[in-house]
């Protein structure tokens, strides 16, 4: 079922470049480099404007994991967004376009606090720049998780790897949460795998995505990266994804997760996420 068209914003680049975002929790759900899609959506995936995305790049907040107060993985991904700044050419031709989420009656039912998350997506040639940028107005602290929850289409799993977490400690979900230290340079994908890694490096290469290419992915003030794949094991329990699916598709997260953020009033925290095709 496809969005309505008045729930979707694309910034065109011009040279079959183009991002899509679907104003329901603000999710990147296409980004096309000469016109070979970057992105895995999955063919099951829910546009009703209540259940979050299943790919693209939906936005983990205020909370990451199942979460008593609320929706698992926090309420961004699946609240609307507004506009707040319609996609405009740049000096140098790239697309910006900016959008906001504050707090409401529904968030503060599940979540105590104001504030105004916006975000900003700047669309380049070979690059998509995602900026997570959040302002405490509320008269306390606050502390929050947030991840983009990137869902990168791979031809087949089994064939990537991923740079820049050899050496560091992880919590392995599929193992109860068992901590382990990662010895690989390059980690592969071969089975059920939802680990968050802790203090990575800040940029991972990614290799045989679309087309045998090589992703670069950047992050900057986001200190946790986590790796999944729901494999068989766990993919059949998904409505809203196919049971065929996990060969091709890699989720490679930047965000903050083991330790979460504490946020004075009156004070911004921002993040960054830049994925450039090499």
Known sequence: MAAPASSVVVLDRGNNTTCTINLH????????????????????????????????IPIVFPHFGPWAYGPQHGFARTCRWEVEKHP?????????????LVDSPVTKQIWNYCFKLVLRIILREKEL????????????????????HTYLKVPDVRKCSISGLQGCMFVDKTKENAI?????????????????YQTTQQEHIISNVVSGRKMK??????????????????????????????????????????????????????GTMVLQVM
């Open 25 to 56: 929790g603000a999710t990147v759900v296409s980004w096309r480099v000469n016109n070979q899609e970057q992105l895995f959506v999955s063919k099951l995936a829910v546009f009703d404007g209540q259940k979050s995305i299943r790919g693209g």
């Open 88 to 100: 405009e050419p740049l000096e140098n031709g790239d697309i910006e376009a900016m959008f906001s």
């Open 180 to 196: 382990y230290q990662e010895p690989r340079e390059m980690v592969t994908v071969n089975h059920w795998t939802d680990r968050i």
């Open 217 to 270: 992915m950047v992050k900057y003030n986001m200190p946790d990266t986590v790796v999944w794949n729901p494999w068989d094991v766990t993919s059949n329990t998904m409505s809203d994804f196919g049971e065929d699916e996990y060969p091709n598709m890699v989720c490679v997260e930047a965000g903050i997760v083991i330790t979460p953020i504490t946020l004075n009033p009156n004070n911004t925290y921002e």
């Open 129 to 148: 720049q995602v900026s997570f940028n959040l302002y405490n107005s509320s008269s306390e602290p606050f502390q929050f998780n947030m991840l983009f």
